[in-house]
């Protein structure tokens, strides 16, 4: 072999490995950003299943509320409305902000709840109370999840280099779960 095959043989491999190392980290970032991908996904999934176990049980509460307080209409409107919203949001966004709605009107139902000895005194409406209160926890932690896993991918997707693969193949930054600012005030109960 002689010395310029041997110059042109090194070349080829040098441009090889290059070639090899480029595709080894796209196809690691590209992957990296499926998983975070599905990772958000299934996170969404998880808190969209405590969103309708929400969903399913308000109907009972409020019946049981109604029979107490019949003149609490408006109240019961609010939640009917806002659980409507809930049934028809398709996209994340709209999904977080129907929820963020039937929180603030299931505050003022529990309120109004406030109002009325018996009822918090009925069984049927303690098991309610209970159950609804168990999926509003269970909500508060699968919306961390979320909003955790967003995070991570959100700051894969804006970093350098991964950006411009990100960019490439048309992964595009996630929505937080966030509490409106009108959530954030601390309810007051008056007796």
């Known amino acids: 072999m002689t010395q310029s095959q ?9 441009i090889a490995f ?15 950003l ?9 996170a969404w999934a998880q808190v969209e ?11 009972n509460y409020i019946e049981t509320v109604k029979g107490y307080a019949k003149h609490e209409k408006e109240v019961f409107l609010k939640v009917t409305e806002a659980r409507s919203k809930v049934g028809g949001a398709t996209t994340i966004k709209d999904k977080i902000e129907a929820n963020n709605q039937m ?17 918090k005194a009925n069984a049927n409406f303690i098991r309610l109370q209970d159950e609804l209160a168990g999926t509003e926890n269970r909500i508060a932690v699968e919306r961390r999840r979320f909003n955790e896993i967003v ?13 411009v693969m990100a960019g490439m193949f048309g992964f595009e930054k996630a929505t937080f779960f966030q509490t409106p600012e009108a959530e954030k005030e601390v309810p007051k109960v008056k007796f």
């Open 6 to 14: 041997k110059k042109l043989l090194i070349v080829f491999g040098v």
């Open 18 to 32: 290059v070639i090899l190392s480029v595709f080894l980290y796209v196809k690691g970032s590209y992957n990296s």
């Open 34 to 42: 499926v998983s975070l991908d599905e990772g958000v996904k299934a």
């Open 49 to 59: 299943n405590q969103l309708k176990r929400r969903y399913d049980l308000i109907p």
């Open 103 to 119: 929180t603030s009107a299931l505050s003022r139902l529990l309120l109004v709840v406030e109002r009325y000895p018996d009822l």
């Open 151 to 163: 995070k991570i991918y959100n700051i894969k997707v804006r970093r350098f280099p991964t950006n």
